[in-house]
């Protein structure tokens, strides 16, 4: 079975901060990892995900995400935030012979301060 | 640009009454999801579909939801009767392949108020 945890539901940073969103998973197979970001009232998009070979991803809008194994984590940072960051974010994984379905995490929403 | 597209993107009915909602999915990806978006419960998959079969449902509360794909630039979502638990965002999202590697578009979604 797989499962996500995202550490927060919410996350409040000031412009130009790092963003970091935490992200866990648990998998009974080699895992796929994806980071969608959810604008309001749009549905989801996607930021970057993990397959195989590389495990720092680079995604769209200067976001990040490293897959660490012996951590079973696979968190979203960004060096500097815009006001234009803030949404909600899902961490979802998939594994192989899994039928393309996607777990989903809880979500945690990214606010951006002045 | 290609997209997946939804109607209607806001439905406001009453409890007992039916609901049907639609997704275009991207011309030639072969699989269809239908997710259910709510503060409470996240993100749910109700129901997918490959090449037009269903693959999984166990999502859907069998008694009132049914989803179909007429052909593979439609699919369907419909709920009769309709109540109150039921609001929610709906996405539909399509992709390709079955590896897990893929990526899934999503909708804009219907956001569905039952009173």
């Known amino acids: 079975a797989q499962s996500v945890t995202q550490l927060g539901s919410h996350v409040s940073v000031s412009e130009g901060a790092l963003v970091l969103l935490r992200c866990n998973y648990s998998?009974?197979?080699?895992?796929?990892l994806f980071w969608y970001v959810q604008y309001p009232n749009q549905g989801l998009q996607l930021l970057l995900k993990?397959?195989?070979?590389?495990?720092l991803v680079k995604g769209i809008n200067g976001f990040e995400a490293e897959f660490k194994k012996s951590e079973t984590s696979f968190h979203l940072t960004k060096p500097s935030a815009h006001m234009s960051d803030a949404a909600e974010y899902f961490c979802?994984?998939?594994?192989?012979?899994?039928?393309?379905?996607?777990?989903f995490g809880q979500g945690t929403e990214l606010s951006v301060k002045p | 640009d290609a997209r997946v597209t939804q109607t209607p993107r806001h439905k406001v009915t009453e409890m007992g009454q039916e609901v049907t909602m639609r997704c275009q999915p991207i011309?030639?990806?072969?699989?269809v999801f239908w997710y259910r978006q709510t503060m409470m419960q996240g993100l749910e998959l109700l129901a997918y579909?490959?090449?037009?079969?269903?693959?999984?449902d166990s999502g859907m509360p069998k008694d009132r939801f049914s989803a179909e794909m007429p052909d593979a630039t439609l699919a369907t979502l419909k709920i009769q009767p309709s109540e109150p638990r039921d609001s929610a965002v709906y996405f539909c999202?399509?992709?390709?392949?079955?590896?897990?590697?893929?990526?899934?578009?999503f909708g804009p979604g219907t956001r569905l108020t039952v009173t």
């Open positions: 979802a994984v998939s594994g192989i012979n899994q039928g393309g379905k996607l777990i």
């Open positions: 998998s009974s197979v080699p895992p796929y």
């Open positions: 011309l030639g990806h072969n699989t």
């Open positions: 993990y397959t195989t070979g590389a495990t």
């Open positions: 579909f490959r090449n037009r079969a269903p693959l999984d």
């Open positions: 999202a399509s992709g390709l392949g079955m590896t897990g590697r893929d990526e899934q578009y």
